[in-house]
């Protein structure tokens, strides 16, 4: 509660007052009529947190090269194909990199021809997107590991690309090969001499807490949509393109204040 209260207290000054105030408040003997204020001074608080949380939020650079990092294929369009449509539309040279192909299909005893399928699938889907230059690192499905091997393939792309702007799996996602995506991605670029690209983090399955940029993609949300169904292995058994599409209205609304959004966090690298 009390880490609820600093983030709070960040928000603007005005948050802080109310912040005080709402805290004397309830440091006092309590009675119908304080905690009435009480209550009603911390509903403004909350009220001032969601307004105020699009201003602070920063859009997404356009830059001239892009490299987005996919742990699967369809990870790309569900964590940022708004923005990379915006990234094409402003003429950067983009790339996906795809560290696995997704060959994982429970069930299914033919991992090649799935892998096959997928690339097929992804290179549909970000045709739809724009984009044309991808990478297939086949590297294992589910097994995804970071090791000496995989950081030196992807700092040999980063110096062969020369990137501005890298998007990765963000922190706190919980699937494994998101993970390892992120840590391969970071460890890579920290290895990197004379090019410091910045790092956005996107939001695939794990939701995102500390949002630093916002790309608004209601002009882009239905080409994007489109590029998502292109994954028909995907979306047979669970329908990603309506829980994409509530994910994106959700934080436009939110965060951006528009009708929809897609969210990243700055990746710092030490
Ligand atoms: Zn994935």
Redesign the pocket.
């Known amino acids: 509660m009390k880490r609820f209260y600093v983030l709070l207290a960040l928000c603007s000054p005005l948050t802080a007052f109310l912040q005080c105030l709402s805290n004397s408040m309830i440091m006092y003997k309590r009675s119908k009529m304080k905690i009435k204020i009480a209550a009603f001074v911390l509903a403004v608080i909350v009220v001032n947190n969601v307004w105020c949380s699009g201003w602070r939020k920063k859009s997404i650079p356009m830059v001239s090269t892009v490299m987005v990092f996919?742990?699967?294929p369809?990870?790309d369009v569900l964590g940022c194909g708004g923005a990379i449509i915006k990234h094409v539309a402003y003429g950067a040279q983009v790339t996906v990199v795809y560290m696995t192909s997704?060959e994982t299909n429970p069930g299914d005893k033919k991992p090649q021809r799935i892998a096959r399928l997928r690339e097929e699938e992804a290179r549909r889907a970000a045709a739809k997107l724009g984009v044309h230059d991808l990478v297939f690192l086949r590297e294992p499905d589910s097994k995804l590991r970071v090791t000496s091997k995989t950081i030196g393939k992807v700092k040999q792309l980063l110096n062969d690309y020369q990137p501005d702007l890298v998007y990765i799996p963000h922190k706190k996602d919980e699937?494994s090969?998101?993970k390892a995506t992120y840590d391969i991605v970071v460890e890579g670029v920290k290895k990197l001499r004379g090019l410091n690209p910045v790092v956005l983090g996107y939001e695939?399955w794990s939701p995102m807490l500390a949002i630093t940029h916002v790309a608004e993609i209601s002009d882009e949300i239905q080409v994007k949509l489109d590029a998502l169904s292109e994954h028909k292995t995907q979306i047979a058994d669970m329908d990603f393109v309506a829980a994409v599409h509530a994910l994106n209205r959700y934080r436009g609304i939110l965060i951006g204040r528009v009708s929809y959004g897609e969210c990243f966090q700055l990746v710092a690298i030490e």
């Open positions: 996919a742990p699967h369809d990870d997704g699937h090969d998101h695939v």
